[in-house]
C-alpha cells in the first residue's frame, strides 16, 4: 500500500514539474514568436473568419491565427485590452467606439434576411409589417395574409450586432417587444424558425440558404424584393450591414498580412462563396489599394 | 524525524484548507467591484424591482429575470428532488447486487454528459413535444424544469446514496430487530440519519439547477417578460449573463455584474439557510 | 391523515421506488440511445484524428479532443493537492471551530456558485489580469476552483466514512497522526476519494460556460498551455448554436459521452484493484 501511494506521489510531483516547465517554455515561446495573430469578436463574422483562417494557414503555414468569438463589442473590448490584435464586429462602431480612434475596415456586407418556417403561406411583407409584428402591435399571421395562427417573434439579444442593425434598420425607434423570444445566434434562430410554424426571426442572410444537413427555412421578400445578393448590391433589398475588422492602429507585421489576405481578391472570393457580399472598397488605409506585394 | 513529519504534514493541510477562503474572497471582490457602481447609480430599489430591461437605452430592471429564475428553479426541484431521493433510497436499499453495479455506473456516466448534450436533447426532443401537444412556443419554464430535473438528478443520487450507504450497520440492524418493517428502518431511522448530506446533496443539485448557463440558453427562449404561465418564455439571471456578456461594454457589462451580485446574493441566502437547517437537525 | 398498516405501507413504498428509479434509467438510456443512434455513424477513424474544417463543418474533432483533455488534466492536477488535502485538514487535523466553519461555508458557497460566473472571474483575473489570454492554463486555473467544493465534500465523505476503530488501532500501536493517516485512513478512503476526482473529470469534460470565455474557441492545434483551444463540449455548443452541422454535432456528442463512458470504466477498474491489493 505505501509503495503505492509514493508511486502515485512521485507521478504528481513529476507531472507538476513538467507542467512548471511547460508554462516557462510556452512563455519563452510566446516571446520568441509572436506571430499568432489572436481575431476575436461577433459571432456572426466567427464562422467567416475561421473558413479565412484555414485557406490562409495552407498558403502560409508559418503564420498562425486563432480565432475567438465574443461578440461585437467583447471583440473591441479585447482589442482594446490588447488580448486581441483584430476584432470583429457586424455592427457600425458607437460613438463612445469612435472616440477611442479605433482603426476599422470592412470586410464584407451581410444581408439580413427575414425568415419564416417553409409552410408558413406568406411570401412577402412590407418593412413598416415587420416594424410592426416585432413591436407586437400585429399578433396573428391572418393580419399579413397568412393563417389564423399566433406570431412567435424571434429576436437576437441586447447588444448583437444583428440585432442593432436590424433595430436601426427596420425598429427605428420602435421597440422590439419584451414577450419576444431571444436566441444569441443566427444558427439558433434558424433552428427555431425551421420548427415553429408560427415562428418569425432575422438571421444573416448566407444563412437563410439550404444548409446540407439542416432543416430548410423561407426568406420572405421585403416590399416585394427578394434577398438576394443582387438585390442588395443595387439598393432595393435595403437590409443589410458591415462586416468589420477592428484594431487599435492600422495593423502592421503578421496582422496586417492577415487583413490583406482577406481583403485580396481570393479572400473575398472566399466570403462571396459563403454567401457574403464583397466589400465596397477594398483598401487598408486611406483608399491606398493592396499591393500584390502585401499577400 | 517523527515529529517534524507530523508536524509538517498538518500545516501543509492547513495552508491547502486556506484555498477555498481565498478563492472565494478573489471571486466576490471581483464581482462586487465590477457591478457595484451600477446599482449604486441605478438605485437598488429600481435595478431589482425594474420591469424593463434595455441597457441600450438606459433601463436596467432585473425583476423578470428574478422570476424567471425562481420558477425554472422551483419547477426543476419539484420533479428533481422527490425522484432523486427516491433512485437514493432504490440504490442504498431495494435494488439487488447486480442491479446497483449498473445503476450507479449509469449515475456517474450522466454526472459526466456534457450540461450542452441535455440542453441539445431538450431541444430536439422536448421542446417540440411541448410545442406540439400543449402549445405556444416550446421554449418554455415547463421544457426548462423537466430537463433541469433530469440534469440535477445525478448529484442528489450519487451525494444521498453515500450519506445513506455511510450510515453505521448496527443503526439498520437495531431498527429491524426491534420488529421495524424494512420501509420503517428507512423511514425513521436510515432517512433522519442521513439527512445532512441528503439535504447537502439537495442543495448542490439545487446550486447546478440555479447556476446552469448553456442548457437554460437552449431551452428557455430568453424573453425578457414575467411568465404568464408554465408555457412561456422566460430569462433567467443566468442566462441574462450568458448571453449578453458577449457582446456587453461599459454600463451594460456593468450591469451583467450587478445581475451576478443578485445571483451570488441568492444562492449565498439559499446555502446560509440550507448550512442552518443542516447544523440544527444534525444537533 | 390515514395510518396505513406498516406492511400495506412497506409495500406501497417498495412499488414507488421502484417504479421511479426504473424510470429514471429508462430516462437515461433514451436520452443516451437518442445520441448514440445518430452520433456513432459518423465516429470513425478520420473523424477522430483529423483537425476540424470550415469552422467543423468537415473534417474531425482532433483539435477539440487535445484541447479537452489538456485543460482537463491541468485543472485535476491542480484542484487534485488542494481539494484533497482539504478534505483532510477538515477531516482529521481539526476539531469543529471557526475556522473549519468558514472553510465549510466556503466550501459550500463554491459549490453553489454558477459556472458562468467562474468564467467571468477567470475571464478578468486570469485572461486579463494575470494576462494569460484565452489559453488552456487560464481554462485550467478557471476548471481547478470549480471543481474543489466536489472534490473536498466526497473527499472528506470518504474520510469520515472510515471507521473510527482502525484509527484507534493505528494510534493504540503508537502510530503518529500522520502514519496513521497514511497506513489506517487512505487505503481505505481511496475508493471515495477516486469517485469525488472522476465526478470532477466530469465536471471539467463537460463545463461550457466558464471554458468558453476563459480557454476560448480558437480551432488551431494548440502549441503550449499558453494557446487557446476550445474543448469538445464547446465545439458541440457552437456546432449546435450555430447550426454548422448536426451531423458532427451528433458526432461529436457521441464522442463526449463514449469518453465520459471510458473515463468511469477505467477508473472503476483502479478503484477494484487498488482495494484488493490494499487489503
Known sequence: MKHYIQVGLLSVLLLSVNLLSSCMAGKAHGGLNPTTVIVAGSTSVQPYVEILVEEYRLLYPDNAVGVQGGGSSAG?????????????????????????????????????????????????????????????????????????????IISREEGSGTRSAFQDLVMGDEMIAPRAIVQNSNGAVRQLVSSDRNAIGFISLGLAEPQPGLQPVKALNLDGFSPTQENVLSGEYEL?????????????????????????????RILSGEGLIPAREMALTGGEGVSDEEV | MKKFKEKLSGRIFFILALSTISALVLITIFIFVEGMPLIAEVGLFNFIFGMVWSPSQGHFGIFPMIVGTVSVTFGAALIGIPVGICCSIF????????????????IQLLAGIPSVVYGFWGLIYI??????????????????????????????????????????RHYKEGALALGMTHWQTIWRVQLPAAKSGIVAGVILGIGRAVGETMVVIMVLGNAVALPESILDPVRTLTTNIGIEMGYAAGKHQQALFATGIVLFILIMILNITAQIITRRKSK | MIKLNP????????????????????????????????????????????????????????????????????????????GIGTAFYLAEYTKDGILTRIIRFCTESLAGIPSIIYGLFGFIFFVQILDLKWSILSGGLTLAIMVLPTLIRTSEEAIRAVPKTYREVSFSLGGTKWQTIRKAVVPSAIRGIVNGLILSVGRCVAETAAVILTAGVSLSMPKSVLDSSRTMAVHFYQLVIEGISMTNAYGTAAVLIILVFFINVVANMLINRFVAKGR
Open chain 2, 127 to 168: 421542446v417540440p413535444i411541448i410545442r406540439d401537444r400543449l402549445g405556444g412556443p416550446g421554449l418554455s419554464v415547463l421544457a426548462g424544469s423537466v430537463i433541469l430535473a433530469i440534469m440535477i438528478l445525478p448529484t442528489i443520487i450519487s451525494i444521498s446514496e453515500v450519506s445513506i450507504m455511510a450510515l453505521p
Open chain 1, 240 to 268: 443589410y450591414r458591415a462586416f468589420l475588422f477592428i484594431s487599435e492602429d492600422e495593423p502592421t507585421g503578421a496582422a496586417r498580412h492577415f487583413v490583406s489576405f482577406v481583403l485580396s481578391e481570393e479572400g473575398q
Open chain 1, 76 to 152: 473591441i473590448r479585447a482589442v482594446l485590452n490588447e488580448i486581441a490584435e483584430i476584432g470583429m464586429s457586424s455592427r457600425a462602431l458607437n460613438q463612445e467606439e469612435k472616440e477611442l480612434g479605433l482603426w476599422s475596415v470592412e470586410i464584407a456586407l451581410d444581408g439580413l434576411a427575414i425568415v419564416v418556417h417553409p409552410d408558413n403561406k406568406v411570401e412577402n411583407l412590407t418593412m413598416e409589417q415587420v416594424r410592426d409584428i416585432y413591436s407586437r402591435k400585429i399578433t396573428n399571421w391572418s393580419e399579413v395574409n397568412g393563417e389564423d395562427r399566433k406570431i412567435h
Open chain 3, 7 to 82: 406492511h400495506t405501507a412497506e409495500k406501497l413504498a417498495k412499488g414507488v421506488i421502484w417504479t421511479v428509479a426504473l424510470m429514471v434509467i429508462a430516462v437515461l438510456i433514451f436520452i443516451i440511445v437518442f445520441i448514440l443512434y445518430r452520433g456513432l455513424s459518423v465516429i470513425n477513424w478520420e473523424f477522430l484524428t483529423r483537425i476540424p474544417r470550415r469552422s467543423g463543418r468537415e473534417g474531425g474533432i482532433l483539435t477539440p479532443i487535445i484541447g479537452t483533455l489538456s485543460v482537463t488534466l491541468l485543472a485535476i492536477l491542480i484542484a487534485m493537492p488542494f
Open chain 2, 91 to 106: 440504490m442504498a436499499e431495494f435494488a439487488p447486487a447486480r442491479m446497483r453495479s449498473i445503476f450507479r455506473p449509469a
